[in-house]
């Protein structure tokens, strides 16, 4: 078919089946596009999932590390709210070792007196 000059008039039959030859290269064509264009579609839906499962894993990640921080703000809770109660505790603790340092000072004072009682009246007998 290729070697018919269009000068030629063709014959009603060679008219038809030239073109039928046409369409089927055509069709032929076409197909061969589908196909690359199945082909893509088939690796972008396996890329599709790929990027689902991805995703789901990052978000139980992600899920994970929130209640992570959740359960440390709790811990980080609990733990000032002891060092408030420690602090309280010491505060009131401070009259009594302030009172402590007095009954000390008190005794050691009782201490060196009655030494110098002792003292002063072994004196005369030495």
């Not at 063709?10 to 076409?30: A, D, F, V, W, Y």
């Not at 992600?62 to 309280?88: C, G, P, T, V």
């Not at 009172?99 to 110098?116: F, H, I, P, Y």
């Amino acid at each position: 078919s290729s070697g018919i000059n269009a000068e030629w008039p063709l014959r009603p039959g060679e008219k038809l089946k030239l073109e039928i030859e046409t369409r089927q290269s055509e069709n032929s064509m076409l197909q061969s596009r589908i196909s690359t264009v199945e082909e893509n579609c088939s690796f972008l839906e396996g890329q599709v999932q790929a990027l689902e499962r991805d995703n789901h894993e990052k978000a139980q990640i992600i899920m994970a590390a929130e209640q992570h921080a959740k359960d440390m703000d709790r811990e980080l809770a609990a733990q000032r709210k002891e060092n408030a109660n420690l602090q309280s505790e010491q505060h009131k603790m401070e009259p009594l070792k302030n009172e402590l340092e007095e009954l000390r000072s008190n005794v050691a004072a009782l201490k060196k007196e009655k030494s110098t009682d002792c003292d002063s009246a072994l004196i005369p007998l030495l």
